[in-house]
């Protein structure tokens, strides 16, 4: 059996853990459960953007031993929501990202000149699929995603699961907050519940 891609022991903070898990490669794993029962502050703690204590490796290398801006990009936090420093969405992406750009976006229903809109003037979904696009255009490992869809039309998330899956054929790891079975039924191979900080299998 191959080893784990990323590794997780003894995870926890003062709002949840401790968290104990294993995510291979091509492996998507979701999490289920109420606002507020700790699915961010898990995500959160593992990319490392929350203060906490245990142990988390990336292909058996200690997190302790990456810089932060590497293990960053090598693990990406993706929240439901996210932020936007610049008025466009072009700003946010480097000139070698071209080629990656003209061939994800068509495949979201996003338009190339999405780039040059004002964010502000974007639709909540659309911030979302270019979030996306954003964090696959940083060539990560390992995926933790924030309810995605959770702004998308059915067929807008259909397409982003459709990238999601080629993406995982390809070797990332997904770990996936949703607050919908069936999702966490069409892309994973296990799920989780967080009750009150705690994960419990499903």
Same mark, same amino acid.
């Given at each position: 059996?191959?080893?784990?891609?990323?590794?997780?022991?003894?995870?926890?903070?003062?709002?949840?853990?401790?968290?104990?898990?294993?995510?291979?490669?091509?492996?998507?794993?979701?999490?289920?459960?109420?606002?507020?029962?700790?699915?961010?502050?898990?995500?959160?703690?593992?990319?490392?953007?929350?203060?906490?204590?245990?142990?988390?490796?990336?292909?058996?290398?200690?997190?302790?031993?990456?810089?932060?801006?590497?293990?960053?990009?090598?693990?990406?936090?993706?929240?439901?929501?996210?932020?936007?420093?610049?008025?466009?969405?072009?700003?946010?992406?480097?000139?070698?990202?071209?080629?990656?750009?003209? @061939? &994800?976006?068509?495949? =979201?229903?996003? %338009?190339?000149? *999405? /780039?040059?809109? !004002?964010?502000?003037?974007? $639709?909540?979904?659309?911030?979302?699929?270019? @979030? &996306?696009?954003?964090? =696959?255009?940083? %060539?990560?490992? *390992? /995926?933790?995603? !924030?309810?995605?869809?959770? $702004?998308?039309?059915?067929?807008?998330?259909? @397409?982003?699961?459709?990238? =999601?899956?080629?993406?995982?054929?390809?070797?990332?790891?997904?770990?996936?907050?949703?607050?919908?079975?069936?999702?966490?039924?069409?892309?994973?191979?296990?799920?989780?519940?967080?009750?009150?900080?705690?994960?419990?299998?499903?």
């Amino acid at each position: 059996m191959s080893s784990p891609l990323l590794s997780i022991r003894g995870l926890h903070s003062a709002f949840g853990g401790p968290f104990d898990m294993e995510i291979g490669h091509g492996e998507c794993v979701a999490v289920l459960g109420k606002s507020g029962s700790g699915k961010s502050v898990l995500l959160r703690l593992i990319a490392d953007m929350d203060p906490g204590t245990g142990e988390v490796e990336l292909e058996g290398r200690s997190r302790d031993s990456w810089p932060a801006p590497e293990w960053r990009r090598r693990v990406v936090y993706q929240a439901a929501e996210p932020a936007w420093w610049a008025p466009d969405a072009a700003a946010h992406f480097r000139p070698g990202d071209a080629a990656l750009i003209h @061939a &994800l976006l068509p495949t =979201l229903d996003l %338009a190339l000149d *999405v /780039l040059r809109v !004002d964010i502000a003037r974007l $639709s909540t979904g659309e911030r979302q699929r270019l @979030a &996306l696009v954003r964090s =696959l255009a940083r %060539a990560p490992r *390992v /995926l933790l995603l !924030d309810e995605p869809t959770a $702004s998308l039309d059915p067929a807008s998330a259909s @397409a982003m699961e459709a990238l =999601l899956r080629n993406r995982l054929d390809a070797g990332l790891a997904i770990l996936l907050v949703t607050h919908s079975r069936e999702q966490a039924g069409r892309m994973s191979r296990r799920a989780f519940e967080m009750i009150e900080g705690k994960l419990h299998p499903l």
